[in-house]
């Protein structure tokens, strides 16, 4: 049994503090975004949509995530016991970075309060790229989240 204790020091270290300015100016801009809308923080508009958002957001953290599923590809189905050590945090970097995308997307939805409408058969737009995109990521969020 092992000796489970406090590790002590400061909380509000140097790291921390810039952490916690980047986080509260994220909060920020996301509270404007949802009440003025993703133009007003984003210069988007009818004529030009998507802007740079979607490289920053879906392409980012699906590439930063991938790693993940690769890793168990290898270790659980192809049989390369060596780099079972590194499953676990490629798992992690994976849910990570496809839980960001998948928030990312749903900041992105012009009216997120109608989100939930991906998941009832009867309101799915198969014509929609962004369905795809938000079916794939929300799938991949729940197989890691379990």
């Known amino acids: 049994m092992s000796?489970?204790?406090?590790?002590?020091?400061?909380?509000?270290?140097l790291t921390f503090s810039i952490c916690l300015i980047i986080s509260g100016i994220a909060l920020y801009f996301t509270a404007k975004r949802f009440i003025f809308g993703i133009g007003s923080i984003a210069n988007l508009?009818?004529?030009?949509?998507?802007?740079?958002?979607?490289?920053?957001?879906?392409?980012?953290?699906?590439?930063?995530a991938c790693g993940g599923y690769v890793m168990a590809l290898l270790v659980y189905v192809l049989n390369k016991g060596e780099y079972h050590p590194l499953v676990r945090p490629a798992l992690l970097a994976s849910m990570f970075g496809y839980t960001l995308a998948g928030v990312s997307v749903f900041l992105d939805i012009g009216r997120y309060f109608h989100a939930y409408n991906l998941y009832l058969p009867w309101q799915m737009n198969f014509h929609s790229v962004m369905f795809e995109v938000a079916m794939c990521i929300g799938t991949y969020i729940l197989v890691l989240w379990l």
């Open 45 to 64: 508009n009818d004529g030009y949509p998507w802007g740079i958002w979607i490289a920053y957001d879906v392409v980012v953290g699906t590439a930063f």
């Open 3 to 13: 000796d489970a204790r406090p590790l002590g020091g400061r909380i509000f270290t």
